[in-house]
């Protein structure tokens, strides 16, 4: 299992790890190289687990790597108590989000 905690997550193209410390400082991520997925407060690692289960960001990661973010989050959750939201629930309430915004359009 410590295998998995030092698994190296490769640098996206698509993210800019300043912006990750410019918005939230020099914090805890669940993915370090990008500055993606604080998980230094209760309510970032509830945020945390339900982005890293949107298929549009689950996609950014090899399967090891999003191993390896989960693995982060889920060690953060329980030293600080925090009890996961299901990741499902979160998904259908974005599609639903992301449907009403488009009917708005």
């Given at each position: 299992?410590?295998k ?20 939230y ?21 509830k ?59």
């Amino acid at each position: 299992m410590a295998k998995l905690l030092h698994e190296r997550i490769h640098r996206r193209r698509d993210a800019d790890p300043s912006e990750g410390l410019d918005k939230y400082g020099p914090t805890l991520f669940a993915d370090p190289t990008n500055k993606k997925y604080p998980i230094d407060t209760a309510g970032r690692i509830k945020a945390a687990w339900a982005y890293i289960h949107q298929p549009r960001n689950a996609a950014k990661y090899a399967p090891g790597e999003r191993r390896t973010i989960m693995t982060r989050i889920r060690k953060a959750a329980k030293a600080r108590r925090v009890t996961l939201p299901d990741p499902e629930e979160f998904v259908e309430l974005m599609k639903r989000v992301r449907r009403r915004n488009r009917e708005k359009d």
